[in-house]
Nanobody, 115 residues
Framework: QVHLVESGGGLVQPGGSLTLSCAASGSIFSINARRWYRQAPGKERELVAAISSGGRTNYADSVKGRFTISSNNGKNMVYLQMNSLKPEDTAVYYC?????????WGQGTQVTVSS
């Protein structure tokens, strides 16, 4: 059975940086894309960044130029480098892996940007 586990969240001051990691236990086949989502209190979950199996990336407008998604396919890892963090980036961040057969979600990691 496959599980996704996020790590790297925490409390950071505005302007700071964090790197989130998402590790998959078990083998995942036929991956189409890996994605990061976030959900702030009282708001809907939103797509932050995605990377296709071919390496193409796309980002929400709110994080373009500040966040970078990357993956290590051999290790079934996906990362989210977050720079110049703002209070409005505060949310629970989730990783998601889309495959030909089904989607997998992690349990989330809290990111809080506050002084």
């Amino acid at each position: 059975q496959v599980h996704l586990v996020e790590s790297g969240g925490g409390l950071v001051q505005p302007g700071g940086s964090l790197t989130l990691s998402c590790a998959a236990s078990g083998s995942i086949f036929s991956i189409n894309a890996r994605r990061w989502y976030r959900q702030a209190p009282g708001k809907e979950r939103e797509l932050v960044a995605a990377i296709s199996s071919g390496g193409r990336t796309n980002y929400a407008d709110s994080v373009k130029g500040r966040f970078t998604i990357s993956s290590n396919n051999g290790k079934n890892m996906v990362y989210l480098q977050m720079n110049s963090l703002k209070p409005e980036d505060t949310a629970v961040y989730y990783c998601k892996v889309d495959t030909q057969w089904r989607d997998y979600w992690g349990q989330g990691t809290q990111v809080t940007v506050s002084s």
